[in-house]
């Protein structure tokens, strides 16, 4: 990212294509040992564990909003960034919802017993061989998301600065075709510093994620409810942005204690934008 979005890209478009084809050798495999018994009880944890699964999963599934802090290097971003969301939409469900059907099917409840069940179904596939080679794939395919993730929450920074949000330094290197470096040095800090906790055990990963998850699942209903006021009333789209926002309202009540922590970064936020306003 330090040396541009170029190479960058081309990173990234390699490893997104390693995961898709790991994803789907993977769902192939194991297609044949799917059985029907392994989905019966269908919601053995109730209807309260669709909830807390569902929250996990704006994890999993989150990664559209890195996209858009990009859209101003795009060719053409009001014809490409709907065109490129649309493709990969229907490629990800495919995917998420293939592994999802032959983890349960194929492995049954040694699912829940497995931290790594994409290494279990490669593994009755292609035998402990497939355990190093998904051990190797993991270890890339993190880095492709930590890479995204970079490249889109610098040019964020970069942008937050410009427009007064965020500290005006900030702001250096945020025009389009230019490396916003002190944003990324930001952000590449933090990183390092929370991945030292985390590899030493000093912070638990189960609460990294649904943390991080609870506070994705609020900026996504934040902008869902700055669309609800920005289009036109009753739409079809309309309609669509608001069902949207009732089934990201209820996922978020299943974080639990972990919505003080959207909450603080909100008000934090607003004292940061008051407080800019009072000073000269």
Known sequence: N???????????????????????????AAAPQVSAAHFAPFLPGGWTSVGSAA????????????ASHLSGEFADPARDLPRVTRRTLAVITVLYLGLAVTTI??????????????????ARSAGSAA???????ALFLTFGAVNSY??????????????GAAPRWLAKGGAPGEVPRRSLAVLGG?????????????????????ATATCLAAVTLAGLAAALVLLPRRTPLWCGVCASALLTAAVLAFSGWLLVLPAVLACAAFGFLTLRRVLP
């Open 2 to 28: 330090a040396v541009g979005l170029r190479m960058s890209g081309r990173v990234q478009l390699l490893l997104g294509g390693v995961l898709a084809a790991v994803l789907l050798c993977a769902v192939l």
């Open 55 to 66: 929250s996990v999963l704006f994890f999993a599934f989150a990664g559209w909003e890195a």
């Open 105 to 122: 099917g194929a492995l049954g409840p040694a699912a829940a017993r497995t931290d790594t069940p994409l290494t279990e179904l490669l």
């Open 131 to 137: 355990r190093p080679v998904a051990a190797a794939a």
């Open 150 to 163: 970079l490249a889109g929450a610098s040019r964020l920074g970069a942008a937050l600065g410009r427009d």
């Open 190 to 210: 933090v990183a390092m510093a929370l991945g030292a906790a985390a590899g030493s055990g000093g912070a638990d990963l189960d609460l990294l994620m649904r």
